[in-house]
């Protein structure tokens, strides 16, 4: 049983496009991370969001945390190929030791 | 230079084989964890560990031991290999916190034929 579903799966844009990624689950999550992930290599952090309702903004990503803290968005502002990668959100409940994480999106940005 | 790093980047076996696959932290962290990458499924967690020689089972420790005899080394021992068990693996530390920042190592690639 997956708890966080992504969508979309896969998401191939051209530079300057703007481009939202969804992480939905029926359950409550105490805070949600995304990570980003490139070929070869292991995800990075991006944001942590604690509270229902928490936009934060990083340069051009804008991160959401749903009221119910059941759900999270990333909207990216006029992409570039740099932001190609793999987005995974991650969930955690109660302790960060279980954390669970999204089935991911894969991104591609073309010049 | 200070960070996490696995061994062996890649490992091809065969079935019934123990397999070890090396993580190494630098930077003390009390928590490391090893997840499995596949297809459709994300990242999902085998083991945990808190501190040396405490360790918990994650969502799919089936197939796998771990120990952790000291702080900054966390092997992940498949003992009998199964085709199943082809995937990528990562390591992660964390110094704690509520939510703490995970951070990964580059992966193992296992092949289990």
């Known amino acids: 049983t997956q708890l966080l579903e992504q969508s979309p799966q896969f998401l191939s844009i051209q530079e300057g496009e703007n481009l939202t990624v969804y992480c939905n689950s029926s359950?409550?999550?105490?805070?949600l991370q995304w990570y980003r992930q490139e070929p070869g290599e292991g995800p990075v952090l991006l944001v942590t969001?604690?509270?229902?309702?928490e936009v934060k903004k990083l340069k051009r990503l804008t991160f959401q945390f749903g009221d119910a803290r059941k759900d999270s968005s990333l909207h990216i502002t006029a992409a570039q190929p740099g932001d190609t990668g793999l987005y995974l959100c991650?969930?955690?409940?109660?302790?960060?030791?279980?954390?669970?994480f999204g089935t991911g999106t894969r991104l591609l940005v073309s010049p | 230079d200070a960070g996490i790093t696995q061994s062996p980047r890649y490992k091809i076996t065969e079935t019934g084989r123990q397999v070890t696959l090396m993580c190494h932290q630098t930077?003390?962290?009390?928590?490391m964890f090893w997840y499995r990458q596949d297809l459709g499924h994300g990242l999902r967690l085998i083991y945990y560990?808190?501190?040396?020689?405490?360790?918990d089972k994650g969502e799919v420790p089936d197939g796998y031991v771990v120990s952790r005899s000291k702080t900054e080394n966390f092997p992940l021992t498949l003992e009998s290999a199964t085709r199943s068990q082809t995937s990528v693996y990562f390591c992660?530390?964390?110094?704690?916190?509520?939510?703490?920042?995970?951070?990964f190592g580059e992966g193992s690639r296992l092949t289990v034929l």
């Open positions: 991650a969930g955690a409940r109660g302790g960060f030791q279980k954390l669970v």
């Open positions: 359950s409550v999550f105490s805070s």
């Open positions: 969001v604690v509270t229902g309702g």
């Open positions: 930077w003390s962290h009390s928590y």
């Open positions: 560990s808190a501190a040396a020689d405490i360790t």
């Open positions: 992660a530390s964390c110094s704690g916190g509520v939510p703490g920042e995970l951070f």
